[in-house]
């Protein structure tokens, strides 16, 4: 079992950033393919960023309307992954949430389905 606490969401004005967290208790994430989803009220759990690993080299894929202001990441020690939010409007509020599955390949993956364990969300408001 894989237990994933993300942090970093808030309040912030339209044109802010904002970097999301997600740790895994007790264990690092090199033998998983990690993901970022969000979902505002009323609409589906959506794709935001994915990020995955095979050897030394990173693979990352984001969803077309954020791939020039998210950046997502992975600090050295391996324990956390980031997503850094930049130019933030307020269509981005939702809740963020943070996904991982066991990948041995680098393989990234995209839909909400592909992953077996999620976080409980951080809520991210974004005012205009």
Known sequence: QV?????GGGLVQAGDSL???CAAAGR??????????????GKEREFV???????DTTYTYY?????????ISRDNAKTTVNLLMNSLKPEDTAVYFCAARWS??????????????WGQGTQVTVSS
């Open 3 to 7: 237990q994933l606490v993300e942090s």
């Open 19 to 21: 970097r999301l967290s």
């Open 28 to 41: 690092t994430f090199s033998n998983y393919a990690m993901g970022w989803f969000r979902q505002a009220p």
């Open 49 to 55: 960023a994915a990020i995955s690993w095979s050897g």
């Open 63 to 71: 969803a077309d309307s954020m791939k020039v202001r998210f950046t």
């Open 104 to 117: 041995l390949s680098g393989n990234y993956y995209i839909r909400a389905t592909d992953y077996v364990y």
